[in-house]
Nanobody, 125 residues
Framework: QVQLVESGGGLVQAGGSLRLSCAAS????????MGWFRQAPGKEREFVAA????????HYADSVKGRFTISRDNAKNTVYLQMNGLKPEDTALYYC??????????????????WGQGTQVTVSS
């Protein structure tokens, strides 16, 4: 099990940027694949991006491809989501999640065992 704490959310104008961080506790962080998901009010949780344990395999949702970048620093037990070119439709509560099968990158929330509490991102038009 790994404990996750997200930070870096906030209010930004359309076209702006934010960098989310997700700090993990425990010495096994480097064995986990990590994902970012988001949930807007009245909508289901949706996949944003995922990275495998080494960082060598990455996958993005089509809606964020070319604008968002996921990365990780295993020495710091942290995964990041750099968000550029933000749009009002990116407004949501953003969660990071840990998948114990470190070699894969999955879009399915059910495959992630541990979740953070979320950080709010609000993009004004």
């Amino acid at each position: 099990q790994v404990q996750l704490v997200e930070s870096g959310g906030g209010l930004v104008q359309a076209g702006g940027s934010l960098r989310l961080s997700c700090a993990a506790s425990g010495r096994t962080f480097s064995s986990y694949a990590m994902g970012w998901f988001r949930q807007a009010p009245g909508k289901e949780r949706e996949f944003v991006a995922a990275i495998n344990k080494s960082g060598g395999q990455i996958h993005y949702a089509d809606s964020v491809k070319g604008r968002f970048t996921i990365s990780r620093d295993n020495a710091k037990n942290t995964v990041y989501l750099q968000m550029n070119g933000l749009k009002p439709e990116d407004t949501a509560l953003y969660y990071c999640a840990a998948d114990p099968v470190g070699l894969r990158v999955s879009i399915h929330a059910g495959l992630y065992d541990d979740w953070g509490q979320g950080t709010q991102v609000t993009v004004s038009s």
